[in-house]
């Protein structure tokens, strides 16, 4: 039996080598036979806004949405078939450069860090 609340929301998840990916935002489910199953893992302050819901929860989805060229931006999603384990951080089976970039990440990347003097050498 999976507590989900206590076993995987707002814990670490960190790709095949260690890297840091994001965090357990929410939680999507599918019903097997009647029986709820973890469908997949998702990630991003939208997840996190509709999880926690009322005006601290519209804020958080509204201002992801406005650093976002699409209206209605998606959180991370990653498959459950894609987690090897979890303990004190969910591990995946596959490296971050597989999953699909954050649309966050991207912008915060592009408008950001990219203006940053000497950005363009970090990773050398």
Do not use: N
């Not at 009647?34 to 996190?48: E, F, I, R």
């Not at 990219?114 to 990773?123: E, L, M």
């Amino acid at each position: 039996m999976l507590l989900i609340g206590f076993e995987l929301l707002d814990r670490q998840i960190v790709d095949l080598a260690g890297e840091p990916v994001g965090k357990v935002d929410d939680v999507e489910l599918t019903e097997v036979d009647g029986v709820p199953h973890v469908a997949a893992l998702l990630s991003g302050p939208q997840a996190l806004g509709r999880r926690l819901g009322g005006r601290l929860g519209d804020w958080i989805s509204g201002v992801a949405g406005r650093v976002h060229p699409r209206e209605h931006p998606d959180p991370l999603r990653i498959p459950w078939d894609l987690v090897a384990s979890h303990d004190s951080a969910v591990t995946l089976t596959v490296r971050r450069e597989l999953l699909a970039e954050p649309l966050l990440e991207q912008w915060l990347r592009d408008h950001v860090v990219g203006r940053i003097p000497g950005s363009s050498d970090a990773g050398e």
